[in-house]
Every structure is written in C-alpha cells, then in structure tokens.
C-alpha cells in the first residue's frame, strides 16, 4: 500500500494498520510497528495486512483476493516532536482489492 506525506513537514512513522474498524474503535496498539522516516511529499510503499473486526487478539486477516473496504491508520511523529509525544493519527478511508505481495 502506498503512503504519501502531505503534512508538510517530515514524518515518523510508528505503527500502521489496516482493518474495517471504525477510527472510534481503535488506538495505536493495533498497529504494526512499521519504524520508517518519510519526507515532505514522499511516498513509501508499505507492506500491511488488512484485518476484519479486530479486538485485542481476535483477528481475521482477509486473504488476497478479497474485497475490501476499510481504513488505514498510520500513527506517526513529525522529526521535531519529543520522542516520548503521544503518536499522531492520520486516518485514511480505502477500498480495493486486497493484493499479495
């Protein structure tokens, strides 16, 4: 999946995930640690799997091929945050067709 910064500033990205959940049912630890530093304008292509109805340890993963329509989260810092800042949350509404890589 790929992931383009338009926050006009470079960023840290922490964690992403990708799942049908609403932005009111999740929070960061449902993310994937995906540590990576993305610039001002750039895009990154990420490697994320998509999960249905996903609670604590409840998941299922929807396989390639599926359908799907969801969300994909990506908590990050911007480089000047101090580390021990709560993530930031960039909520993004997708839909396609889940791909394996």
Same mark, same amino acid.
Do not use: H
């Given at each position: 999946?790929?992931?383009?910064?338009? #926050?006009? @500033?470079?960023?840290? $990205?922490?964690?992403?995930?990708?799942?049908?959940?609403? !932005?009111? +049912?999740?929070? #960061?630890?449902?993310? =994937?640690?995906?540590? =990576?530093?993305?610039?001002?304008?750039?895009?990154? +292509? /990420?490697?994320?799997?998509?999960?249905?109805?996903?609670?604590?340890?409840? @998941?299922?993963? $929807?396989? !390639?091929?599926? =359908? /799907?329509?969801?969300?994909?989260?990506?908590?990050?810092?911007?480089?000047?945050? !101090?580390?021990?800042?709560?993530?930031?949350?960039? !909520?993004?509404? $997708?839909?396609? $067709?889940?791909? =394996?890589?």
């Amino acid at each position: 999946m790929n992931v383009t910064n338009y #926050q006009g @500033q470079n960023v840290n $990205i922490k964690k992403i995930f990708c799942t049908d959940l609403k !932005p009111t +049912e999740v929070d #960061q630890n449902f993310g =994937e640690d995906k540590i =990576e530093s993305l610039g001002n304008g750039d895009t990154k +292509e /990420f490697d994320v799997r998509c999960w249905k109805d996903k609670v604590n340890s409840d @998941q299922i993963l $929807i396989a !390639p091929g599926s =359908e /799907f329509a969801g969300y994909l989260y990506v908590w990050y810092l911007f480089d000047n945050d !101090p580390k021990t800042s709560r993530y930031r949350l960039a !909520p993004a509404s $997708i839909t396609g $067709i889940v791909r =394996e890589k």
